[in-house]
Nanobody
Framework: QVQLVESGGGLVQPGGSLRLSCAASGTDLSIYAMGWYRQSPGKQREFVARVTSGGTTDYVDSVKGRFTISRDNAKNTVYLQMSSLKFEDTAVYYC?????????WGQGTRVTVSS
C-alpha cells in the first residue's frame, strides 16, 4: 500500500521560506515523476511543480523563481523549497506522482502566509 506523508507546513510571514517534505512508503519513488500540488480555500487543487525521475523540473508560472522541487531517492523523499512566499501561496500542499494517482493523495500539509 502506497502512503505519501507531507510535512513541513506552517505559518510564515510574507517573504518568508519553508521547506516541505514528502516521504513515501510502499513504493520506490525513484521510478516516478513526482509532483507537488496545492489547494487554496474555495479553489480546486492545482499543480505546482514536478520533477521527473531524471531530475528535470517544471513549475506553474506563479511560483517560478521562488519554489524549487527536488528529490532524494535514497531517502524516498521529495522536497519543495518555497521562498519569497506570498499571501496567495496559502494552501494545503500535497505530493503525488505526476500525473497523479487518485489513490495516492495524503493528508497534505498546510501553509499559511500571513502577517
Amino acid at each position: 500500500q502506497v502512503q505519501l506523508v507531507e510535512s513541513g507546513g506552517g505559518l510564515v510571514q510574507p517573504g518568508g521560506s519553508l521547506r516541505l517534505s514528502c516521504a513515501a512508503s510502499g513504493t520506490d519513488l525513484s521510478i516516478y515523476a513526482m509532483g507537488w500540488y496545492r489547494q487554496s480555500p474555495g479553489k480546486q487543487r492545482e499543480f505546482v511543480a514536478r520533477v521527473t525521475s531524471g531530475g528535470t523540473t517544471d513549475y506553474v508560472d506563479s511560483v517560478k523563481g521562488r519554489f524549487t522541487i527536488s528529490r532524494d531517492n535514497a531517502k524516498n523523499t521529495v522536497y519543495l523549497q518555497m521562498s519569497s512566499l506570498k499571501f496567495e501561496d496559502t494552501a494545503v500542499y500535497y505530493c503525488n506522482t505526476y500525473p497523479f494517482q487518485r489513490t495516492y493523495w495524503g493528508q497534505g500539509t498546510r501553509v499559511t502566509v500571513s502577517s
